[in-house]
Structures are given as C-alpha cells and as structure tokens.
T-cell receptor
C-alpha cells in the first residue's frame, strides 16, 4: 500500500501570494494532521481533521486554513505569504484522531517564500 | 519553557559506540513517540510507548512516567544511524487527541 503522499515536493512563492498544499492519507486512514517545521526546529501543529471536520487548531494566524475531502485527502491553504512561512510542511495520517493511534508522515512539501 | 525538551542538541559518535538521547516533558501525556528524520525531511516513527521499554533491532526506548522522562538508546551505532531524532508527546496537557508536540530534535552523526 502507498504511504502518505504530498504534493508538490518543492514550491517557491513570492511574498503576498497564496499557496495550496495537498495530502493523501494512507488508505483507510480518516484523520489528517498538518505540521510546520521551520529549519532547525521541531515541527509545530497546525491543524487536525477527521471525517471532514476540524478537530484541532494550533497557534497559527487565520491566513492558514485547511479542509478535508470525502475521500479523506486534505488541502492546506496559506494566504498573504510572509517570509517566515518558509518551512517544510508535513502531513500525517492516522486511523482515528486519538492518541492511541500512531501517525504516519508524508515526505513533506518544502515551501520557500522570497 | 518548551513542553518537550531533548538533550543533547547535537551528538557525534564513532561507529560502534552506545548512544543515548534524552527527552523530558512537562505535561500529562497519553503516549511518547520517538521519530527519525533524515535529510530531505521525511519522518519515520521508531517507537510509540506509554510505559516501560520497547526494543527494535539495535534501538531501545524507555519511559519513566513518574519522572516524565524517556531515553532512546542505539547500540553498536553505525554511520547509517546518522539522522535527527525527535521526541514527541500526544494527549494530555495543552495537547489533545493525537496531535503531537515535538521537541527540537537531536542531530546525531556517527563517523566510521
């Protein structure tokens, strides 16, 4: 079975632009989480979705939004990009959004904002 | 103060050495995770534990719930073990559900 997939792999955007990142979970996984990892730091939680509903949101501005589709894939949108949004964006999927379930990570999308 | 603290930040070892990475956390948790991240970014889960000790090959993870402390040990280290090792916790405190709160990571370099 395929693991978690993310697209695109790399992306370069200009300040003020908007970006959409995509994630497909492992087949059968209904929960998707998004994390931002700035160079040299550990990942930070952005969103968790389960059954198309937001189940948790980290300390990120409203410029960040996400959604989950009926096939459980997910998109992360970032508006009005800032230089500080440059990071590796990781998607993780799990069977359910409970702590007893292991999360599986995708390869990430590296976003560079110039 | 971060909810999850790791030490050391950087570790250089010679091939064959026994390695220990430490993780302390300050919140109640349901589980503690050890993950490995190679250059390029992909993260692989090594262990998920809520008590005691787990072993997989040359890797051993232990957790002491009372002391809120966990260790990751690598026996007979090899250059291919070079990576960033990250401790993360789920459940309890300011975390909820399965969302993970991560430490800063430990960069391990094993020289031949």
């Amino acid at each position: 079975d395929a693991g978690v997939t993310q697209s695109p792999t790399h992306l370069i955007k200009t300040r003020g632009q908007q970006v959409t990142l995509r994630c497909s979970p492992i087949s059968g996984h209904k929960s998707v989480s998004w994390y931002q990892q700035v160079l040299g730091q550990g990942p930070q939680f952005i969103f968790q979705y389960y059954e198309k509903e937001e189940r948790g949101r980290g300390n990120f501005p409203d410029r960040f939004s996400a959604r989950q589709f009926p096939n459980y894939s997910s998109e992360l949108n970032v508006n009005a990009l800032l230089l500080g949004d440059s990071a590796l964006y990781l998607c993780a999927s799990s069977l359910q959004p409970h702590s007893s379930y292991e999360q599986y990570f995708g390869p990430g999308t590296r976003l560079t904002v110039t | 103060k971060n909810e999850v603290e790791q030490s050391p930040q950087n570790l250089t070892a010679q091939e064959g050495e026994f390695i220990t990475i430490n993780c302390s956390y300050s919140v109640g948790i349901s589980a503690l995770h050890w993950l490995q991240q190679h250059p390029g970014g992909g993260i692989v889960s090594l262990f998920m534990l809520s008590s005691g000790k787990k072993k997989h090959g040359r890797l051993i993870a232990t957790i002491n719930i009372q002391e809120k402390h966990s260790s990751l040990h690598i026996t007979a280290s090899h250059p291919r073990d070079s990576a960033v090792y990250i401790c993360a916790v789920s459940g309890g405190g300011e975390t909820s559900g399965s969302r993970l709160t991560f430490g800063e990571g430990t960069q391990l370099t094993v020289n031949p």
